[in-house]
């Protein structure tokens, strides 16, 4: 029976419109400024004969003028600052509850490359990623790259994989689903006796933004923990991968509680496809053009094509001036840093 092939999806984030709130309406502001200003006319244009008694009455209008101004100067404003007011009160409200509705929505983790060799622009910021122990790259600088492999199952490729990753002395993570340890144990333990790290890829491997329980969440974590410590006889780093690199704000808040870190990624390429694997050379135009430094690369375990080049792409990566290392060491020099 042909596995299932596991797919990840790289969608740029759709742009939002916001309408903006319509300028308040001073039409009776205006009419009680000029109505203001008909009653200034009508008082300034009769004046007051200065004969003996008579500048009391001076003094009065004059009194009256400058009240009148004055009503009217605090009508206006009056009326111009309440429905700003309203205005200013809509606009908070409709923030507060566009964060609250993004806080449960789905994301799909996307990258661009406007530049080649630079860091890739992604959905969100590595900053913004660290409230919830999350990361896609190093920041840092260093010409450092974290290999990571994503494994829905087993057809073969790993072990060649494995051999490359030996002969380099470069570390990786795997990050497994329920299947793949229960069909292919061995693996999974040779692994981590040859110091790579095993990743939490759920035990189902299903659209975990649309899982909203912590109990639900936490049940397809705890189990491929539980599955994996059981294998290989060590317990589970808490590192996460969401499948298909569908999240949302609630999920990742959920996975920090159970002491999780979340690793998405900063350079992959359409790797997944057993029937329409990439050549040689549109991976190497990829994965060489695009590495950068400090980047978390996802490949896919599956893919014949990465068992074939692996060997001599990190060789090229290494040419480059590349090392490796573990996301173990980025977790640590990221607490180090803080």
Same mark, same amino acid.
């Given at each position: 029976?042909?596995?299932?092939?596991?797919?990840?999806?790289?969608?740029?984030?759709?742009d939002k419109?916001?309408? +903006?709130? &319509?300028?308040?309406?001073? &039409?009776?502001?205006?009419?009680?400024?000029?109505?203001?200003?008909?009653?200034? +006319? +009508?008082?300034?244009?009769?004046?007051?004969?200065? /004969?003996?008694?008579?500048?009391?009455?001076?003094?009065?209008?004059?009194?009256?003028?400058?009240?009148?101004?004055?009503?009217?100067?605090?009508?206006?404003?009056?009326?111009?600052?309440?429905?700003?007011?309203?205005?200013?009160?809509? +606009?908070?409200?409709?923030?507060?509850?566009?964060?609250?509705?993004? &806080?449960?929505?789905?994301?799909?983790?996307?990258?661009?490359?406007?530049?080649?060799?630079?860091?890739?622009?992604?959905?969100?910021?590595?900053?913004?990623?660290?409230?919830?122990?999350?990361y896609y790259?190093?920041e840092a600088?260093?010409?450092?790259?974290?290999?990571?492999?994503?494994?829905?199952?087993?057809?073969?490729?790993?072990?060649?994989?494995?051999?490359?990753?030996?002969?380099?002395?470069?570390?990786? !993570?795997?990050?497994?689903?329920?299947?793949?340890?229960? /069909?292919?144990?061995? %693996?999974?333990?040779?692994?981590?006796?040859?110091?790579?790290?095993?990743?939490?890829? !759920?035990?189902?491997?299903?659209? *975990?933004?649309?899982?909203?329980?912590?109990?639900?969440?936490?049940?397809?974590?705890?189990?491929?923990?539980? %599955?994996?410590?059981? !294998?290989?006889?060590?317990?589970?780093?808490?590192?996460?991968?969401?499948?298909?690199?569908?999240?949302?704000? !609630?999920?990742?808040? *959920?996975?920090?509680?159970?002491?999780?870190?979340?690793?998405?990624?900063?350079?992959?390429?359409?790797?997944?496809?057993?029937?329409?694997?990439?050549?040689?050379?549109?991976?190497?135009?990829?994965?060489?053009?695009?590495?950068?430094?400090?980047?978390?690369?996802?490949?896919?375990?599956?893919?014949? /094509?990465?068992?074939?080049?692996?060997?001599? %792409?990190?060789?090229?990566?290494?040419?480059?001036?590349? /090392?490796?290392?573990?996301?173990?060491?980025?977790?640590?020099?990221?607490?180090?840093? &803080?």
């Amino acid at each position: 029976m042909k596995q299932p092939v596991f797919k990840h999806f790289h969608l740029s984030r759709s742009d939002k419109t916001r309408r +903006r709130p &319509s300028m308040p309406d001073h &039409s009776q502001s205006k009419e009680a400024a000029k109505s203001g200003a008909s009653v200034f +006319r +009508r008082i300034s244009l009769n004046p007051v004969k200065c /004969t003996d008694g008579a500048f009391p009455q001076i003094l009065h209008n004059q009194k009256l003028i400058k009240s009148v101004l004055f009503l009217t100067f605090a009508f206006f404003l009056g009326a111009g600052a309440g429905k700003f007011s309203h205005h200013q009160k809509i +606009r908070t409200v409709n923030s507060t509850a566009v964060i609250q509705a993004s &806080s449960t929505a789905e994301s799909n983790w996307g990258l661009s490359f406007p530049e080649n060799g630079k860091p890739p622009v992604a959905n969100t910021t590595a900053e913004a990623l660290k409230a919830y122990d999350a990361y896609y790259i190093d920041e840092a600088g260093e010409k450092v790259i974290y290999l990571t492999f994503d494994a829905g199952y087993e057809n073969g490729n790993t072990p060649a994989i494995l051999d490359a990753l030996k002969k380099h002395n470069a570390p990786a !993570t795997f990050f497994l689903v329920g299947n793949y340890i229960t /069909t292919s144990p061995d %693996l999974v333990k040779r692994m981590v006796e040859e110091g790579h790290t095993i990743g939490n890829h !759920t035990y189902h491997h299903p659209n *975990m933004s649309q899982i909203s329980t912590e109990e639900a969440f936490s049940k397809e974590l705890n189990d491929l923990e539980a %599955l994996c410590q059981q !294998t290989t006889g060590q317990p589970m780093s808490k590192f996460y991968r969401p499948p298909q690199g569908k999240y949302s704000e !609630t999920n990742l808040t *959920m996975a920090k509680k159970l002491g999780y870190k979340t690793f998405f990624w900063s350079l992959a390429y359409v790797d997944w496809y057993e029937d329409k694997q990439p050549t040689k050379e549109e991976a190497f135009n990829k994965l060489l053009n695009r590495i950068h430094p400090g980047a978390i690369v996802l490949l896919h375990s599956t893919s014949k /094509t990465n068992g074939e080049i692996l060997d001599e %792409l990190l060789t090229k990566w290494e040419e480059m001036g590349y /090392t490796f290392r573990s996301l173990e060491q980025l977790v640590q020099e990221e607490g180090n840093a &803080s």
